[in-house]
Every structure is written in C-alpha cells, then in structure tokens.
C-alpha cells in the first residue's frame, strides 16, 4: 500500500511516539482490565458469600421455629464464622442471643450480643443490640454496665429507646430526679402516635412527673 508523504511522516511520529510510550500504555491497559477483572471478581465474591450466608440464616430461622435451639445454634455459629462479612452474620447473633436469654443463659446473650455490636455494618442494628445488652445488664441489676452501653452515639431512630433505658436504670439506682429528666427526654423524642408512648408516661407519673 502506497503512502503520500504527509502519511508517512504521521506514521514515523507515531512509531517513534510508540518506541517511547508503547510499553507504559500497555502496562496502563493491563492494569485498567485487571483491575477490572478483579472488581467483577469481588462482586461475585461476595454475591456467592451472601447467598451461602443466606441459606444458613434460613437454616436458622426454621430451627427456631421448630424450636430446635441447637440446630439454630449450629447454623448460627457457621454464619457468624465464615460469612461474618455479610448482613446476615449479626442477624443471627441476634437470633441466638435471644434464645440464650428466653433460656437464662445470661451470659451466652451477652456474648451474641457483644458479637453483634463488634461486627455489624449497620447502625441501627448496632443500636437494637446495645439496648437488648443493656437490658440484660438490668436484669442483672449491674446498672453501671448497663448505663456504659447506653452512652455514646446512637441513631435518631432509637434515641427515645434509649432515654426511656436510662430512665429504668437510674430507678435502679435510686437516683429518681435523673430518672424523670431521661423519661422527659424519652417522651420528647418518641412518635406521639407511638404506642409505646403510654409505658413511659406510666413510668413518669409513678416517680411523681
């Protein structure tokens, strides 16, 4: 094929352009493809993690329901160690956890739900278990541990959950005034079409609010 000398000369530049360059735009285009294949690689990673994960979760739920306590234990255990990952990881920690304390074990409860706080992705999730640990904690009557994991940040969507928590622990502790100032609190922050609402107007007006 024939060439007029203005193509040539173009195509001189751009081997002489290829001769310095070539070898950082392949490398540049070997990693662009790498990278993603690694992307689409992790997605379907973590894809299959989830639906294993998922299908233990199911596994779980259906013991509970059977009231098989140990088979849900079972399945729960193997959710939290090889799909600790996934969304389903502190569901299942939860799960447990509430088995553990409708059985009075206390202390497996608490470690569930340690667990769940230690791992989950999900801050509200985190705040459910943070409650339900306190709640053990006044059961316990160990009001000190339970006023610690109440403290701190919390999502908006469980604050009045949390004052009203605080109200109980502090009747625990006698301290009544502190108690009325959290239920005031709890009441002031909760849907006034919630339910729940009563409970801690009942509690307020016991302590004289």
């Given amino acids: 094929m024939a060439y007029n000398l203005e193509e040539q000369e173009t195509i001189d530049k751009f081997k002489t352009w290829w001769d310095e360059y070539g070898n950082t735009v392949l490398g540049a285009l070997i990693l662009f493809f790498a990278g993603v294949a690694g992307i689409q690689g992790w997605r379907w990673y973590q894809n299959s993690q989830a639906e294993q994960a998922a299908q233990l979760y199911a596994e779980v739920e259906k013991a509970l329901t059977a009231r098989d306590v140990q088979k849900a234990k079972a399945a729960a255990t193997q959710v939290m160690e090889k799909f600790s990952g996934t969304a389903y990881a502190p569901r299942a920690a939860l799960a447990v956890a509430r088995t553990d304390y409708e059985a009075g074990d206390m202390a497996g409860a608490k470690a569930q739900l340690r667990w769940t706080i230690d791992n989950t992705k999900e801050d509200e999730l985190r705040d459910v278990a943070r409650l339900r640990l306190a709640g053990v904690f006044l059961d316990e009557k160990n009001y000190e541990e339970a006023m610690k994991t109440l403290e ?49 107007e009942l509690k307020l007006e016991s302590l004289g609010g």
């Fill in 152 to 200: 701190g940040a919390h999502t908006a969507y469980y604050a009045a959950l949390f004052s009203d928590l605080k109200g109980d622990v502090l009747v625990g502790q006698g301290k009544t005034a502190e108690a009325k100032g959290a239920y005031q609190a709890a009441l002031e922050k909760i849907d006034p079409g919630s339910p729940y609402r009563g409970f801690i």
